[in-house]
T-cell receptor, first 113, second 114 residues
Framework: KQEVTQIPAALSVPEGENLVLNCSFTDSAIYNLQWFRQDPGKGLTSLLLIQSSQREQTSGRLNASLDKSSGRSTLYIAASQPGDSATYLCAVNIIGGTYKYIFGTGTRLKVLA | DAGITQSPRHKVTETGTPVTLRCHQTENHRYMYWYRQDPGHGLRLIHYSYGVKDTDKGEVSDGYSVSRSKTEDFLLTLESATSSQTSVYFC?????????????FGPGTRLLVL
C-alpha cells in the first residue's frame, strides 16, 4: 500500500530564507508526483507536476525534484516571502489501472516578515 | 481557474440523516474524485469516477456512496450521517490524455454532523 509522508509537519522561517520541504513515498510505481498549495479554508492549487521519467520541474521561485528510486521528492522555495505562507501537500499518482492520487499530510509553512 | 463548484459550501446536519453533496464541473473532464480532509490525515480518497456511471471505491469509502449520471455532476451521499463524517469534503477533476494532467480542486464543503 502506497504511503506518503511529509516532514516537517510545520515550519516557520524568516522572510528571504531559502527552504526545502520533503516528501517521501513507499512505492516507486507512480505516474507522476505533484506539489499543491492550500491556503486556510481554501481548496488546493497545483504548483508543480513531475512525471515519473523526469528529475525536476521549475516554476518561478519553486523547484521540485524527484528521485523515484529512493521514493523522495523535495520542493525548494527560494527567497521566501510572507505570501508563501500556506500548507504544502505532495501527492503521488499511482499506477494501477485507473488514476488515483495518494496525498501526504502536508507541511504548514509560515514565513515571518 | 478550472470550473468546479461544490454545493452546499457549508452544512450542519444531525446524526442519522441523509446528506448529498454535489460537485459540478464545466471542463468536460473524464475523472472526478471525492476526498475528505481531516487534521492529521491529509486528503483521503473516498470514491472516484472514470466516466459516466463508472465509479470505484477509494481508501475510506465505508458509509459513502456516489453517483455520476452525466459528465458534469458527481454526487456524494452519506446515507445515514455519523459524527465521524464531520469533515471538509473536496471534489477534484482531471483528464489523463497525456498522463501529466494535474488535478483541479473545488472550494470544498464543510460538513458538521451533530
Amino acid at each position: 500500500k502506497q504511503e506518503v509522508t511529509q516532514i516537517p509537519a510545520a515550519l516557520s522561517v524568516p522572510e528571504g530564507e531559502n527552504l526545502v520541504l520533503n516528501c517521501s513515498f513507499t512505492d516507486s510505481a507512480i505516474y507522476n508526483l505533484q506539489w499543491f498549495r492550500q491556503d486556510p479554508g481554501k481548496g488546493l492549487t497545483s504548483l508543480l507536476l513531475i512525471q515519473s521519467s523526469q528529475r525536476e520541474q521549475t516554476s518561478g521561485r519553486l523547484n521540485a525534484s524527484l528521485d523515484k528510486s529512493s521514493g523522495r521528492s523535495t520542493l525548494y522555495i527560494a527567497a521566501s516571502q510572507p505570501g508563501d505562507s500556506a500548507t504544502y501537500l505532495c501527492a503521488v499518482n499511482i499506477i494501477g489501472g485507473t488514476y488515483k492520487y495518494i496525498f501526504g499530510t502536508g507541511t504548514r509553512l509560515k514565513v515571518l516578515a | 481557474d478550472a470550473g468546479i463548484t461544490q454545493s452546499p459550501r457549508h452544512k450542519v446536519t444531525e446524526t442519522g440523516t441523509p446528506v448529498t453533496l454535489r460537485c459540478h464541473q464545466t471542463e468536460n473532464h473524464r475523472y472526478m474524485y471525492w476526498y475528505r480532509q481531516d487534521p492529521g490525515h491529509g486528503l483521503r480518497l473516498i470514491h472516484y469516477s472514470y466516466g459516466v456511471k463508472d465509479t470505484d471505491k477509494g481508501e475510506v469509502s465505508d458509509g459513502y456512496s456516489v453517483s455520476r449520471s452525466k459528465t458534469e455532476d458527481f454526487l456524494l451521499t452519506l446515507e445515514s450521517a455519523t459524527s465521524s463524517q464531520t469533515s471538509v469534503y473536496f471534489c477534484a477533476i482531471s483528464e489523463h490524455r497525456a498522463i501529466q494532467e494535474t488535478q483541479y480542486f473545488g472550494p470544498g464543503t464543510r460538513l458538521l454532523v451533530l
